[in-house]
């Protein structure tokens, strides 16, 4: 039951709904990037806070008991619409007394780019003494931690193109293998620790703004098997995204354990099976889905939509009572009859026990391979279900003419760069060869998500020959600018280059803090901004300090309060641009 209009909460600042009974829900209008904190702490009873997209879909964000009986959730937006918050009454579904609910919003934090810290707990049971220390531009480390009550905290901080931000571990508390915690841009993890996190300093980097690709344990960072030969992996982790669910599982569990995800398409028709070997006394889990059309790519298909069409989950015991060996798979001559079969048929093994329930000649581990067609695709995933890092190695059953192959688009790439000269950015790129290819097209982002084409060159057609090609961005935009080469043949076939940075901030030497470093009164030098635009000061966490109206030229403010520590000021125009941007030390 909804408890009344949808709100619309102050941003930056702390906006109350005074009455939410339990099992009612309120409606909150977000906004893509903002912080929300959600609190029931002012209730009279037993709370629990679940998120949910209004628009559908599972849960965003849940807590139970975050300070007392009473509960707490912070979530960043990821996107703009309306957030249902259902206040739930423990244990029971409807309470006549109201729950207070608070909600806190802040805005993203400056800087070219906005990084975002998250820490999880599995049993919400707390870290204790364990926390991760955050140190930007070598500055002093901010250190965080996950309350008792929470199953995970969040924050996030701006850093400029140039700077570095490192990460340390502190694993004193107990339970260290509850504990996880990832560093993500642009919804893309550039850091996870795994379970236990390992101590000591665990990630330094400079940053760049440029959004890693999915890694391979997540659907679309499958790797694309590209030859006949045996491949390895030993993950420590599960990936960032929940590919795995009721409506796709089959045979595996709903949890994921450690996988890799796979994408594979027969260059000849035949008929195909593989071997999954642990490199020792493991259990691995497998699924495959498909067939699917000829040059799908896993951005389409992830998450799969359906069953797998072969799956196998027997215990890593029960598979080895069976057969003698940890080894599973499907295609072999013995283990699993018929060894081949077609693909409208479905093979799967749910979970055994260490005992295997299955009747000779069928044995734990082992389905019948497939009979494929040349050009089909296939998706597949492989689980470490014991989640003992062990690795595994896979080859490959390959009869009746079946082979595995790559498409490989016909240009070879050897560079791509962009720079800015004068006004404008200067995008340079050189192939080694080229069969077949039509045109390239330079796309512009503002974000690295969302990209747009700025200009189309003409390619050489075909080529055995180093070329050079050379387009300007005229018109560049103000802050960051993300550029990447848009390749596409005759032939419709189509692929793109990794993505390229360039900071343009025409006015950032016409703003001096002095004196810099300073602790008391500090001078601010605004040559060429206009009145009218604000001031802001942030902390090595991206907390705003301050904010002032620029009078004109020259402002000041009083320092002395402010704790030691490095500092990022903005200046904005009154349009809201960002027209200038540096660091400055309070010592």
Known sequence: MLTGAAVTPNCPGTTNVPC?????????????????????????????????????????????DFCGLQSTVTWTAGFTGQLRVLIDLYNCATNATCAPLAITCSTPPAGDCVYTLTLFDNFSDGWGTSNVGVSINGGPFQYYTVPFGSPSVSVQFGVNIGGTVVLTYNASGAWQTDNSYILTIG???????????????????????????PPQEDCLGAMTICSNVSIGNNTTNTGNVADINPTNS????????????????????????????????????????????????????????????????????????????????????????????????????????????????????????????????????????????????????????????????????????????????????????????????????????????????????????????????????????????HQVDEDGAAAYSSTRVVHIAPFASTVNLVPNPGSAMVQVLLNGAEAGGLFELRDATGRLVMQRLIPDARMEFDASALPSGVYGYRVLARNGEAAARGTWVRD
């Open 250 to 485: 089959g045979c595996l569990d709903v949890t994921e354990f450690q996988g890799t995800w796979y994408v594979f398409s027969p260059s000849a028709s035949g008929d195909l099976g593989f071997s999954i070997n642990p490199l020792g006394a493991d259990d691995y889990d497998w699924a495959v889905w498909g067939p699917y059309p000829p040059g799908t790519t896993p951005g389409t298909l992830c998450p799969p939509s359906g069953p797998p069409i072969r799956c196998a989950a027997s215990s890593g015991p029960a598979t080895f009572a069976s057969t003698g060996s940890y080894a599973t798979g499907m295609g072999h001559a013995t283990y699993s009859p018929p060894q081949f079969a077609s693909t409208a048929v479905s093979y799967g093994i749910p979970a055994t026990f260490d005992a295997c329930p299955l009747i000779a000649p069928q044995r734990c581990g082992w389905v019948p391979g497939m009979q494929v067609v040349i050009g089909q695709v296939y998706l597949m995933y492989i689980s470490n279900w014991s989640q003992s890092s062990n690795g595994f190695s896979l080859d490959w059953i390959l009869q009746n003419g079946a082979s595995l192959d790559c498409t490989v688009l016909p240009v070879e790439l050897l560079s791509f760069d962009a720079h800015r000269e004068g006004t404008g950015v200067n995008l340079e790129w050189r192939t080694a060869s080229e069969s077949g290819t039509a045109y390239f097209s330079v796309e512009r982002s503002s974000d690295g998500q969302s990209f747009e084409s700025i200009g189309h060159v003409q390619a050489a057609g075909s080529s055995a020959q180093a070329i050079d090609y050379r387009l300007v961005d005229e018109q560049p935009l103000q802050g960051v600018n993300y550029y990447r080469l």
């Open 187 to 213: 919804g893309s993890t550039l850091f996870n620790s795994g379970t236990p996190p390992a101590a000591g300093t665990t990630y330094a980097g400079t940053v760049t703004c440029v959004p890693p690709p």
């Open 20 to 64: 939410v009974q339990g099992g009612q829900y309120a409606l909150i209008n977000v906004v893509t990037g903002n912080t929300y904190t959600f609190s029931t702490c002012g209730a009279s009873f037993d709370t629990q806070i679940t998120l949910y997209n209004n628009a559908g879909g599972g849960s965003l964000g849940y807590n139970d």
